[in-house]
């Protein structure tokens, strides 16, 4: 989440005396800004893949294949938007109407993924990507703006910005938690809560229109500015062509064995016609500039390698928190607590009591326990469900219900309305899809209800294999039968969600150690460069895929869960990766660039970042299909990889800074 090279060079300065300074004005409205923008943007993205994949809550029901490639291609075209999008601003729009421009796209979006049906979802993802595109970057120039060259309170000013961002970043787990939660709210209030952060951010920028008028500069194109026409018909078509052709052929010629997907092949195979740019721009450039340039191709490795694992926040420790993760946390206030509903069991320890059978309603028609589940049952699977059990009723339930049963409602749609498609994917498992028309609505809520020691309980409907997960299972690796909680009770257990806040936590603790660190070691006249800086970063983001290849060993192949501590000893590790990563290959850019390339090699830099991002996506969607061990020492191992790549190459790094006395 931090990625300023401000923060790097702050280690040389005296933060603490600059911080207190008068800092101009517009810095605190910028901060507040970005920070109702973070809150929103993590928010949402907090839970995108839960939503995706659920089918226990009410959520759309997608494999986790399908779901990691839609985060995978969000959060790559996130990064890569920056890039167009900050070239629009300088040349054509100005900084504030951008800002502007993307704060409207990015809270339509939001309002969007609000409406039930997988279209607007799909929409409002892709308003979401182009608003960023105007936000991000113009927003970050804006502070930088703010100041005069030289002016020594300009490091502190990013790193109150940053401190906004990170504020956002960490309250947004316990407000999507919260919002999520809330039986009268839900997973699509969840969007719109992040829709209305967006709006008080909009609200905020058009209140200090005017005192931002100092950040902003008139939309003009410098001398030496490449061209957004070159910038277009060198990198962005060609990219658009290499894609489609990359999605067509891994669509009709990509065995099913291969888990790419071909939305996800057409990203990569777009990357090339951009890596091969850089490249080119490195080896065609005059011998003056050709050694910074060529320095910048293992940055842009590093960086990539390093974002493709943060970045599986939301999607492989996502996964991991949800479903090998003990989740009960007795220090968590209710409201971040969601019931364990039946999948949380299957792998559950020994000491942890089960659902009582009378709470679950066992139907032998699995695509109508999908249908319950993902809340859009018809009129014809109520009455197969409700006839299962003699002692079963059908209760409607009003919106406003507090009775007991409530909270195991769920929707029902005229016949007609809900369709089932079962497929069976490369390894043979059975794949059951409920689909309702974008915007239906159903006709009525109900429960299904049942009478158990005088005692009305809503039931929830499971099909067969899940009982088995549930009792079956434990008898066999325990010997015995387990402890049954009172009929109609769950566990109570934190969200998966709530984990992801470790690293903005992190971020705001180990800065001024690591500041402190740096500056110890500079004051000692054992300063570490900042390439060598590069390096250990990548080092600490492996031993954080080696801290959960740990836990995955203690987790039996994932048969059994395993303490929460792990993922918080794993955000704990790669979050030093990040700031010694981070914030030093944006500086690097910066570094070795010449001043005339420097906007087109900081697009490079985020162009990087997309590609991990869509990795993260695309090892998200086969963790399943490897052991927890396997899968994260293969993902180590490519971390090592690229450390070992960037150890090779410290001297000539190192000698480019030298030369262009960086």
């Known amino acids: 989440m931090l990625s300023s090279a401000a ?60 779901g990691n490639q839609i985060y995978g291609l969000y959060l790559a075209f996130v990064y890569f938007t920056p890039f167009p999008g900050g070239m629009l601003a300088d040349r054509y729009l100005g900084y504030r109407r951008a800002v502007a421009i993307g704060a409207v796209f990015m809270s339509a979006g939001l309002f969007m993924m609000s409406v039930p049906g997988q279209t607007y979802f799909i929409v409002g993802l892709i308003s979401l990507i182009i608003g960023n595109g105007f936000f991000k970057p113009s927003i970050s120039v804006m502070v930088g703006n703010l100041y005069e060259p030289g002016d020594p309170k300009r490091d502190a000013g990013f790193s109150i910005f940053y401190m906004g961002i ?67 018909g060198k990198i962005l078509l060609p990219a658009l062509a ?31 016609p951009v890596i091969w740019f850089f490249v080119r721009m490195g080896t065609t450039a005059s011998p003056k500039e050709k050694p910074g340039l060529l320095a910048l191709l293992p940055i842009y490795v590093a960086g990539g390698t390093f974002f493709m694992i943060l970045h599986l926040n939301g999607s492989a420790m996502t996964q991991w928190a949800r479903d090998a993760t003990d989740r009960e946390i007795s220090v968590l206030p209710a409201s971040l607590e969601q019931e364990a509903l039946p999948s949380y069991y299957g792998n559950a320890g020994e000491d942890v009591p089960r659902p009582h059978p009378r709470s679950l309603l066992v139907v032998e028609d ?24 003699d002692d079963i009723r059908i209760v409607e339930v009003a919106e406003e219900s507090k009775e007991p049963w409530a909270k195991r409602a769920t ?6 309305v809900v369709t089932v498609d079962e497929e069976t994917d490369s390894h043979g498992a059975k794949i059951i899809k409920v689909n309702i028309p974008d915007g239906a609505k159903p006709s009525r809520r109900i ?27 434990y008898r066999e690796r325990y010997g015995h039968p387990p402890k049954l909680l009172p009929p109609g009770e769950y566990l109570a257990v934190g969200n998966p969600e709530l984990y ?24 000692r006249k054992r300063g570490v460069t900042t390439a060598r800086k590069l390096f250990y970063g990548l080092v600490m983001t492996s031993l954080s895929m080696l801290v959960l290849a740990a836990a995955g060993a203690m987790s039996d192949g994932g048969a059994v869960k395993v303490s929460g501590l792990w993922l ?37 830099w985020f162009m990087a970042t997309a590609f991990g991002n869509n990795l993260s996506g695309f090892f998200g969607g086969i963790q399943g299909l490897l052991s927890p061990v396997s899968f994260f020492l293969l993902l180590a191992g490519l971390a090592g990889l690229s450390a070992l790549f960037i150890y090779v190459l410290l001297p000539r790094l190192e000698a480019a800074l030298k030369q262009y006395g960086a």
Do not use: C
Request: aromatic share 12%; hydrophobic share 50%; no cysteine.
């Open 242 to 272: 290499a894609g489609v052709a990359g999605a067509y052929l891994a669509a009709n010629y990509l065995p099913a064995s291969i888990p790419v997907r071909p939305p996800v092949a057409g990203f990569l195979v777009g990357m090339i």
């Open 568 to 604: 918080v000893g794993f955000y704990a590790v790669v979050t030093i990766g990040e700031l010694f990563l981070s914030p030093m290959g944006l500086s690097l850019v910066t570094k070795l660039t010449p001043k005339r390339l420097v906007g087109l090699a900081m697009g490079g």
């Open 366 to 389: 699995a695509a109508a326990a999908r249908m319950y589940g993902q809340q859009r049952l018809d009129e014809k699977s109520v009455a197969a469900i409700a006839a299962v059990a």
């Open 500 to 523: 992801q806040s470790f690293n903005a936590l992190f971020v705001v603790a180990f800065t001024p150690l690591i500041v402190m660190f740096f500056g110890w070691m500079a004051h």
């Open 411 to 416: 929707k029902v749609y005229p016949d007609g």
């Open 7 to 66: 923060i790097g060079k702050s280690e040389h300065l005296d933060v603490a005396k600059q911080t207190t300074s008068r800092h101009p004005k517009g810095l605190y409205q910028l901060f507040f800004t970005e920070m109702w923008e973070r809150l929103a943007f993590y928010t949402m993205l907090n839970v995108l893949l839960l939503y995706a994949t659920d089918f226990e809550r009410g959520g759309l029901g997608l494999t986790s294949a399908e």
């Open 166 to 232: 990170n504020i956002g970043a960490f309250v947004s787990s316990f407000l999507a938690t919260y919002v999520r939660n809330d039986p009268e709210l839900g997973w699509l209030w969840t969007f719109r809560i992040a829709a209305i952060g967006l709006l008080v951010a909009l609200v905020l920028l058009a209140f200090s229109w005017k005192t931002l008028e100092k950040a902003d500069r008139k939309p003009e194109l410098g001398k030496d500015d490449a061209g957004f026409g070159t910038v277009v």
């Open 447 to 473: 429960a299904f209800v049942r009478t158990v020691e005088d005692k009305d309980i809503g039931v929830y409907v499971i099909d067969d294999d899940a009982r088995k997960a549930i009792y079956e299972t």
